[in-house]
C-alpha cells in the first residue's frame, strides 16, 4: 500500500503494485499438488491461479482506479469507459504453469484515447520483471529479489536475416500457420538461428536485443497489449502479419525495427 501524505501513485506504480500483488498469488498456487485446473470453451486450460491473480488485480483497481475499465482475459470487461481501460492476462503460459514449466508471467497495460500508455511483464518463477510507460523508454528488473536494480533495454541493431536469431512460438499445422507455414520455414531457413522461446518470453527476449525478431500467429488484446509498449520503448517495433502497427492481432511480429519490413515480405 503507499504511504499516506504522498502524492497519488502514477499509473505505472499502480501497474508496479499489481504486478507485486499478482505474483505472490501466482507464487503461491505454482507446482501446487491441490492446483485445479478446468478446460475453457476453446480448449484452452485455465487454473485457479488464473482467476485469483485477476480478481485480486480487479479488487485492487476497483479501489485505486474505480472510474477505470477492466479487460480480463477471464472475467471479461468490467466499467463502460473508453478512454482507460487496464488489459490484464493475469498468468501468460497457463499450459507451462500448469506442467512446472517456469516460463510464465502476469501482463498489465494500460490502453487510452491515445493509444497504449504502460505495460509491465512480471515472471516471478524466472525472477524478472519487463516495463514500460510511452516515451519514457523500457526497462527490466533481472533479479526480483533486488528490485532496486534496473537495466534500460535497447533492442539489437542486426540489419541482416542471415545474422538474425528468430523466435517461432511453433510451426503447428494449426489456424493461423496454414497459410504461412511454407514461408515461415523457408524464413527460417534464411537467419542464422531459429529457437521457440514461445509466449511472452520471445518478445521480451526482443525488447532485450537477445533476439532480433519474435512470431506468434494467434493471439488476444491481453496477450499483446504489455508486449507492445515494451518492445516500441526498447526502440523495436510491434504489429500484426499484415503490418499493421500495434496490439490488433490475431497474429503478433515484434522486431527490433530494422528486420520488420524484410520479415513481413518473407512471410507474404
Known amino acids: 500500500m503507499f504511504s499516506q501524505g504522498k502524492s497519488a501513485p502514477s499509473d505505472l506504480e499502480i501497474a508496479l503494485k499489481l504486478a507485486d500483488i499478482a505474483d505472490e498469488i501466482s507464487m503461491q498456487r505454482y507446482l501446487a499438488i491441490d492446483l485445479v485446473v478446468e478446460t475453457k470453451p476453446d480448449l484452452t486450460p485455465v487454473s485457479d491461479a488464473d482467476r485469483a491473480v485477476e480478481q485480486a488485480i480487479r479488487e485492487y483497481l476497483g479501489k485505486h482506479r474505480s472510474d477505470d475499465a477492466i479487460i480480463g482475459e477471464e472475467f471479461g470487461t468490467s466499467v463502460d469507459n473508453t478512454d482507460r481501460a487496464w488489459i490484464i492476462d493475469p498468468i501468460d503460459g497457463t499450459k507451462n504453469y500448469v506442467r512446472g514449466v517456469p516460463v510464465w508471467a502476469t501482463l498489465i497495460a494500460l490502453r487510452t484515447s491515445q493509444g497504449m500508455q504502460l505495460g509491465v ?10 516495463y514500460a510507460s510511452k516515451g519514457s523508454g523500457a526497462f527490466v528488473i533481472d533479479n526480483l529479489a533486488d528490485k532496486s536494480k534496473v537495466r534500460k533495454l535497447s533492442c539489437s541493431q542486426v540489419g541482416q536475416l542471415s545474422d538474425a536469431s528468430m523466435s517461432v512460438s511453433s510451426f503447428d499445422k494449426k489456424e493461423g500457420w496454414k497459410d504461412l507455414q511454407p514461408n515461415l520455414l523457408k524464413l527460417s531457413e534464411m537467419v542464422w538461428r531459429n529457437r521457440g522461446y514461445g509466449d511472452f518470453w520471445s518478445h521480451m ?4 536485443g537477445a533476439l532480433d525478431f519474435a512470431l506468434e500467429p494467434q493471439l488476444a488484446l491481453w496477450d499483446m497489449a504489455a508486449l507492445e509498449v515494451i518492445v516500441n520503448e526498447a526502440g523495436g517495433r510491434f504489429s500484426n502479419f499484415t503490418g499493421i502497427d500495434g496490439s490488433s492481432g490475431p497474429g503478433a511480429i515484434s522486431s527490433n525495427h530494422l528486420l520488420h519490413d524484410l520479415v513481413l515480405t518473407q512471410l507474404k
Open 121 to 130: 511483464v512480471s515472471s516471478p518463477a524466472l525472477g524478472r520483471r519487463w
Open 205 to 208: 527476449l526482443v525488447a532485450e
